[in-house]
Nanobody
Framework: QVQLVESGGGLVQAGGSLRLSCAASGAIASINAMDWYRQRPGTGRDIHQRDLVAGFTSGGSTNYADSVKGRFTISRDHAKNTMYLQMNSLKPEDTGLYYC??????????????WGQGTQVTVSS
């Protein structure tokens, strides 16, 4: 199995910065794709109500939601199986529960796809 653990969330004033981390552990041969999502307000933890914020494709290219381009930067430490999201110039509308998602090759023909437990980001105006 694979576990994803997010950290780094918190309360920050508008214009401030936070750095989120997502550490993957377990039976990992390689990580095919890894993304950050944000839960839509009022939807609990429904995985179908999450919007992509930023992510890496299997080819290593990056994707960003239009609303965060120029403010957020995604990065990875392959040796540590960890992904980061540097969030600058934060706005109140960035508030939400941020989830890490990964598509993992476990080796021997097995794959794993899943989510972390989430980390809360709250931006005050």
């Amino acid at each position: 199995q694979v576990q994803l653990v997010e950290s780094g969330g918190g309360l920050v004033q508008a214009g401030g910065s936070l750095r989120l981390s997502c550490a993957a552990s377990g039976a990992i041969a390689s990580i095919n794709a890894m993304d950050w999502y944000r839960q839509r307000p009022g939807t609990g933890r429904d995985i179908h109500q999450r919007d992509l914020v930023a992510g890496f494709t299997s080819g290593g290219s990056t994707n960003y939601a239009d609303s965060v381009k120029g403010r957020f930067t995604i990065s990875r430490d392959h040796a540590k199986n960890t992904m980061y999201l540097q969030m600058n110039s934060l706005k109140p509308e960035d508030t939400g529960l941020y989830y890490c998602n990964a598509d993992v090759d476990m080796g021997h023909g097995s794959t794993w796809y899943g989510w972390g437990q989430g980390t809360q980001v709250t931006v005050s105006s």
